[in-house]
């Protein structure tokens, strides 16, 4: 028997984390594999799309500009109900705690579908934080018949909302299987000049290591979540002033600034004349990756980049209250430190200036997996159907 699975997927975390197990579907001997994508971001998904050669069998292309979440929503809705009528598959996959995430999982639902849920079980137990994603992975758990959870930490999160232990796989997390393969990738032209841009020499080796003497060190920033946008987005980019303002010519601050007005305006006001901070727009993943692998310490409020970064050895401050993924502060990769802009800076200085407390975090072991999630996830499907 031959098991049809469809992946849907929208946005370019969805498709980094997705990318390693719609490879691995597509290899297995007994799968037919199919990939729609609703878009719902469309430029920064589709460099991912080439990068991991993956080419959708159904492209909904719904990203319009300054949508709402309602209207996106119900455009998933409309779009990829006839889609799954067509298609039939005996699975959905979806991955994480989009939009797409959560109305695919209705929608598989509706038509009896099994569903497989990539990263279940991450929880803030805040339904604000972050917002909507919490929400929209707790009503993909409702419904989901496979539960992929990426840590045992994520385990235990179901086993207490009563989903049964049968129903639930321990996986490690997907991105690590697509950086393991990312970070061997030639650096392109595109990514040479990125570094010329920034002034930091490019290595070539694949793991972390210290910076050539006399280089400034890396921070890379990443802050665009919707609960940071006003004052708690002004006291981010206070501290970075700060930081540039000590450090100088030691430090060279790089942040890929979001498109999203609320993000643009403070970012590019407060920081936009500073010669250590150099404002990118957003940047594909393999440049991304690349700044990753050489940065000496991270600054974000996204949720895959404390994943990433300790992959390379590389601490994280989280800029958040409280995060989903609390297995990297507990094995001592991540940081939170929130958004107030003294707490930011001190935290930051205490890495840059202690050797000893930069250790610590740089050497703790990453906990979310060993680059084997995508099999994992695809041998517990086959399992599961036979």
């Known amino acids: 028997m031959t098991i049809r699975v469809l992946s849907i997927f929208g946005t370019r ?3 980094v984390k997705m990318a390693p197990v719609v490879q691995t579907l597509a290899h297995t001997p007994g799968i037919t594999s199919l990939v729609c994508v609703t878009a719902q971001h469309r430029q920064m998904l589709d460099q991912v799309l080439e990068l991991f050669d993956i080419r959708p069998d159904i492209d909904l292309n719904l990203m319009q500009p300054n949508q709402s979440l309602s209207s996106l929503t119900a455009e998933i809705f409309i779009h990829l109900d006839p889609v ?25 639902y509706y038509h009896h579908i099994r569903l497989g849920h990539v990263e279940a079980g991450l929880r803030t137990s805040d339904k604000w934080q972050p917002f909507p994603e919490e929400i929209n992975r707790r009503l993909a758990s409702v419904v989901t018949d496979l539960h992929f ?35 061997k990738l ?13 002034g930091i020499p490019y290595r070539q080796s694949e793991l972390a290591e210290s910076p050539s003497t006399g280089s400034p060190r890396l921070i890379l920033v990443t802050a665009h979540r919707r609960e940071n946008f006003g004052q708690p987005l002004v006291n981010i980019c206070s501290a970075l002033k700060e930081l540039a303002n000590i450090y100088q010519d030691d430090i060279r601050i790089v942040y890929p600034v979001h498109l999203n007005p609320n993000v643009q305006e403070p970012v590019h006001r407060i920081l936009g004349n500073l010669p250590n901070i150099i404002l990118l727009d957003p940047l594909d993943y393999l440049p991304m ?16 980049l404390q994943e990433e970064a300790p992959a ?6 989280v800029m958040r209250t409280v995060t989903e993924r609390p297995e990297g502060v507990l094995a001592g990769t991540v940081r939170l430190v929130g958004t107030d802009q003294p707490v930011l800076v001190t935290q930051a200085r205490r890495l840059l200036d202690d050797p000893q407390a930069y250790a610590a975090m740089a050497q703790a ?6 680059g084997k ?14």
């Open 312 to 317: 390379f050895g590389v601490p994280v401050l």
């Open 289 to 304: 990756v690349q700044l990753m692998r050489h940065s000496s310490l991270v600054l974000t409020d996204s949720g895959g």
């Open 84 to 108: 799954l009528t067509s298609v039939n598959p005996d699975w959905i996959l979806v991955q994480g705690d989009t939009t797409t995430v959560m109305a695919s999982s209705v929608l598989a």
């Open 186 to 198: 030639p650096p392109t032209p595109a990514v040479l000049d990125l570094f010329k841009q920034i």
């Open 365 to 370: 072991i990453n906990p979310y997996g060993d």
């Open 149 to 183: 959870a990426p840590t045992e930490w994520a385990r235990q999160n179901l086993l207490r909302e009563n989903i049964p232990s049968s129903q639930i796989v321990v996986t490690g997390n997907p991105v690590i299987d697509a950086l393991q393969a990312v970070v």
């Open 373 to 386: 999630a995508a099999a994992r996830i695809v041998n517990a499907i086959l399992a599961s159907t036979s």
């Open 13 to 15: 975390p969805e498709a």
